[in-house]
């Protein structure tokens, strides 16, 4: 049964099925630990890119030096850069087999597909709510880097894009919020709710 079926028919409690006919009802929980799992490929993500700032630092203050120690730190700093990636790639490929796993499971009624979505509205949201506060923060930047002494031939264009990027982020939290309140309309129709 498809999303649009689950709104014409009645709420069961029957557990959904996958293609070979076994049952389950773990739709909701395999989507949530999907969630999860991505959220350590974010967070991961930002620790590569402030590894991958202090390497660049590490290599311009070391530039020219033989000590054994500062040779070793780049080498850590290399190596923990590659099982970042490498780590990366499999939460991904994990992701993707349990999205995979999901979209074979079957629907059988609408309390299913609502908490199914309502998964993903609580997951929009609160990336919404994470990303509005982006903007602000990236202006700010940008204008102490203009207003701090002798930045001019520092801070470039960099503020002038942080800016252009702060409004893009600010366009992906409408969006967001946009989906969540589409979400939010749907799923009360599906239960009956006054929309």
Do not use: N
Request: hydrophobic share 40%; charged share 30%.
């Amino acid at each position: 049964m498809t999303v649009s079926e689950a709104a014409t028919t009645e709420d069961e409690e029957t557990p959904a099925e996958t293609k070979d006919g076994t049952e389950t009802s773990e739709t909701p929980q395999a989507a949530r630990t999907a969630y999860a799992a991505e959220d350590v490929a974010d967070e991961l993500r930002k620790v590569f890119l402030a590894v991958v700032a202090a390497s660049a630092l590490l290599e311009r203050t070391g530039k020219g030096s033989a000590h054994p120690a500062l040779r070793r730190a780049d080498r850590c700093a290399e190596d923990a850069l590659s099982l970042a990636s490498h780590a990366e790639g499999m939460i991904y490929e994990g992701i993707r087999e349990v999205r995979e796993q999901l979209g074979e499971l079957t629907a059988t009624s609408v309390g299913e597909v609502v908490s199914a979505l309502d998964v993903s509205r609580t997951r929009l949201a609160e990336a919404a709510e994470r990303v509005a506060g982006f903007p602000g923060r990236l202006r700010a930047a940008g204008q102490q880097l203009r207003d701090s002494t002798g930045a001019d031939e520092v801070a470039g264009p960099a503020p002038e894009k942080w800016s252009h990027a702060a409004d893009d982020l600010r366009l992906m939290t409408d969006a967001l919020i946009g989906a969540v309140s589409a979400l939010a309309t749907y799923t009360d129709r599906l239960t009956g709710a006054a929309s």
